[in-house]
T-cell receptor, first 115, second 110 residues
């Protein structure tokens, strides 16, 4: 398997539920990212991991909790979300942390609906 | 905050026409990238430009980086329905993370 794989592709959850999003990459990249994509808004960077260490938390509410057990896997744990958290959540990886030399490889995203 | 403004936000044209979309900023970037995102998928990198004035071609797509490295354009010749998608520009500066524009949603009608 090549590229960045995200599961599940679609998720509907209640505001009291706990769920997790999974991302894995087999590209040998050292940096991984979570982005939120909402309608009519630019991609919002949420978290950055470099060599498994979190290097950036872009003022994300604590109801979103990332986990990076190794350089190939990234999780986003969700609990007590709000309806406004409904969005497409994208995982990406890159060879260099800044991403500007080689660009990002994105997964297909998880379409999250909070009801 | 380094903002990237893309224009137009929406563009709908007929197959065979030419078009140009723009990505502008008041900041200087070390590099600028263009991505295309199709419905239900993540963005896919099309090109990276790093030198002021640089022009890169990808089949019918021509990308240009402004001389001052603050802006970029994407020109599509003889657009086809397969070009439909959301086009995102992203700028990089030093060790800072990529900054994305809000995108241009392009629709090519058969």
């Amino acid at each position: 398997e090549t590229g960045v794989t995200q599961t599940p592709r679609h998720l509907v959850m209640g505001m009291t539920n706990k769920k997790s999003l999974k991302c894995e990459q087999h590209l040998g990249h050292n940096a991984m990212y979570w982005y939120k994509q909402s309608a009519k808004k630019p991609l919002e960077l949420m978290f950055v991991y470099n060599f498994k260490e979190q290097t950036e938390n872009n003022s994300v509410p604590s109801r979103f909790s990332p986990e990076c057990p190794n350089s190939s896997h990234l999780f986003l744990h969700l609990h007590t979300l709000q309806p406004e958290d409904s969005a497409l959540y994208l995982c990406a990886s890159s060879q260099d942390p800044a991403g500007y030399s080689y660009g990002y490889t994105f997964g297909s995203g998880t379409r999250l609906t909070v009801v | 905050t380094q903002l990237l403004e893309q224009s137009p936000q929406f563009l709908s044209i007929q197959e065979g026409e030419n078009l140009t979309v723009y990505c502008n900023s008041s900041s200087v970037f070390s590099s600028l990238q263009w991505y295309r995102q199709e419905p239900g998928e993540g963005p896919v990198l099309l090109v990276t430009v790093v030198t002021g004035g640089e022009v890169k071609k990808l089949k019918r797509l021509t990308f240009q980086f402004g001389d001052a490295r603050k802006d970029s354009s994407l020109h599509i010749t003889a657009a086809q329905p397969g070009d439909t998608g959301l086009y995102l520009c992203a700028g990089g500066k030093g060790a800072q993370k990529l900054v994305f524009g809000q995108g241009t949603r392009l629709t090519i009608n058969p």
